[in-house]
């Protein structure tokens, strides 16, 4: 714990200007971030008596070990600069809202020549509409369903429009009438735009105008005596009357407002924010925080408008937006607002009408998803500090493993041998934290020899950082056998889990050491955190394989255990018996969860290296063969089979492919030739190549 006054700048030192702040841990490490009109006036609040500070506060002082600003120019650029930080660095000490749920929006994918409208999840992307959020994705679909009676807009895959262009037939919708089918032609590109713009201009709430002119061509067409026209004019309107009605209508036509309620108590506080467009609410979502520094509903407030903002322009942040309580500085807020929608944005509390009542019914909804969560994460705090417990007592542990790794191998057939290690710490899931291995130091299948690398490398990469930040005097000298050196350490990859851990890209040896090398900056490091237990899928051999790669690198203060699969029984290193923990044990639990997250991980990162190599074709050997030239061989022949039994006279009519290329391609055929059929392991069939075009 450190002496605030230690640290503490001279005031002569710290300007008066507005500015944004970071406090540091002894790691280099930042804990904190704020911002301030008059940071010299700020400041000189955290370096008072200790006894007079929040609890929270006093926690964060006493963890830091310095601080330092940087001076701007207005409130406006000190609030956004705040928000960057918090965001690049992650500080313990700030609060950071927990979104439980990826919300679903309505999209309208307004960049593709066919606009396609679709329910889509995480990140907004360039060139499409988005409507909501919603609280459930069927309801999108109800919604969805009654208005492409009226607006026939494409819903379909690019596959499926693909696959019905060729054939010239259209989807089921196209012919039940709940699509244009543009893809075979029924209508133009621009018509079907036009249908698209219609679809957006009644989501949007501009819903008056088209049902009064669908009313007006069903009376015409009921004096005309087109009676079956007029009844399907007469049950579009209804549909379209319908899916106003999933829709609240709570103010004014013209209303476009966000409207946020917090709920709090001493540790935690919920947000509830409701969009309301065209007067109704479209949209509502919620989070949750803990109150890790000392902050009032105005902090807590700014918060959530940073987080909900951060990201958005333009439509996206509305005119209105109606909160609790004002920011410290509400002036400075309302610009930084207006400056992402490029229009005036009003920042204000409701004092009376329609919107103070809709303000209650949001603070209620605040309400209720606060008692909720703490209902339900007394419940799992429970749970996973009794796991822990046990499995610090099983074990014989000093006290529950905060931090576990675990570690598995996963290859199919000794091919494409790769590891994984996923982290959880206080019995939860750190996805950021995760790590995927190649296994390099040999060729062939070897559980053991791969788990042994694979430990030894994640922790040479801990003992460095600890070598680099200063946490050791010197290096402690190994107490086992150092390592062959032409058993370099792989290049690693980080864990792309978010959205879904099969796609990140690998580390290469250089970039991994302009990691190494680069200064400490506050971001969180790699493997800069040790586990206080590491679990391995295994027996006994992967346990020992573990254990022997800890002790050549002189670590013994890290636990080490095995669970094996066929009966669940937890080893430990040096003993010949396992430990039988009981099934209806929440330590056992709470291992098998994590070994099957690790198995999991593994799983999906050897399915997409063995995926990758299996799309690579002879053509990828060609020398002068691009991309193009390649898809041009394919669409000719139809597939790669039949490409690999064409002559050179026939692959010479291909447009653009010569006589010399030819040759290539069908001498890289003749060396990539199968020596006998390929076989599923899993099912014993011969897999036939498809006939239906690969890639090349």
Known sequence: MADPSSYRPKPGQIPDSPGVYKFRDEHRRVIYVGKAKNLRQRLANYFQDLAGLHPRTRTMVTTAASVEWTVVSTEVEALQLEYSWIKEFDPRFNVKYRDDKSYPYLAVTLNEEFPRVQVMRGAKKKGVRYFGPYGHAWAIRETVDLMLRVFPVRTCSAGVFKNAERTGRPCLLGYIGKCSAPCVGRVTPEEHRDLADDFCDFMAGRTGTYIRRLEKDMMQAAEEMEYERAARLRDDAEALKRAMEKSAVVLADATDADLIAVAEDELEAAVQIFHVRGGRVRGQRGWVTDKVEAVDTAGLVEHALQQLYGEESGDSVPKEVLVPALPEDPEAVSQWLADRRGSQVSLRIPQRGDKKDLMVTVQRNAQQALGLHKTKRASDLTTRSRALEEIAEALGLDSAPLRVECFDISHLQGDDVVASMVVFEDGLARKSEYRRFQIKGFEGQDDV?????????????????????????????????????????????????????????????????????????????????????????????????????????????IAVCGLAKRLEEVWLPDDDDPVVLPRSSEGLYLLQRIRDEAHRFAIAYQRAKRAKRIRSSPLDDVPGLGETRKQALIKHFGSVKKLRQATIDEICEVPGIGRRTAESVAVAFAAAAPAAPAVNTATGEIIEEDDGGSRP
Do not use: C, N
């Not at 150092?482 to 690693?492: E, H, K, R, Y």
């Open 449 to 557: 020899r791969s788990m042994h690398e694979v430990i030894g490398r994640r922790f040479k990469r801990y003992l460095q950082e600890r070598e680099r930040t200063g946490e050791w005097e010197e290096t402690p000298a190994p107490t086992g056998p150092v390592p062959a050196p032409a058993a370099a350490p792989a290049p690693l990859t980080d864990a792309g889990e978010h959205v879904a851990g099969a796609g990140a890209a690998e580390v290469s040896g250089s970039a991994a050491l302009r990691e190494e090398s680069r200064e400490d900056d506050g971001r969180p490091k790699r493997f800069a955190y040790p586990p206080q237990l590491v679990v391995v899928d295994g027996g006994q051999p992967q346990v020992a394989a573990a254990k022997r790669a800890l002790d050549e690198l002189g670590i013994d203060d």
